[in-house]
């Protein structure tokens, strides 16, 4: 088991071990999950579900939805 420390404004180094174990990259997202009392649960995000590819038409209602989002964000 490898011991981090947190720094300031609460980040950690995920040992460079794990992270290619996991195949961590810099800008992946990661959920945390609160465990027990004393467990912080990390799971690497997939952004992309495995499946069909999405045909031409969905994806652009898709990124219209996702344009929609960004215009409501500001």
């Not at 997202?29 to 031409?56: A, C, H, R």
């Not at 209602?61 to 344009?67: D, E, S």
Request: aromatic share 4%; no cysteine.
């Amino acid at each position: 088991m490898d011991t981090v420390r947190v720094k300031h404004k609460g980040q950690i180094t995920i040992p460079a071990e794990v992270r290619r174990h996991y195949e961590i990259k810099e800008g992946d997202l990661l959920d945390v999950e609160k465990g027990d009392n004393t467990t912080i649960i990390l799971k690497k995000k997939k952004l992309v579900e495995p499946g069909l590819p999405v045909g031409f038409e969905k994806q652009k209602r898709i990124m219209a939805g996702h344009q929609k989002t960004r215009a409501n964000w500001r």
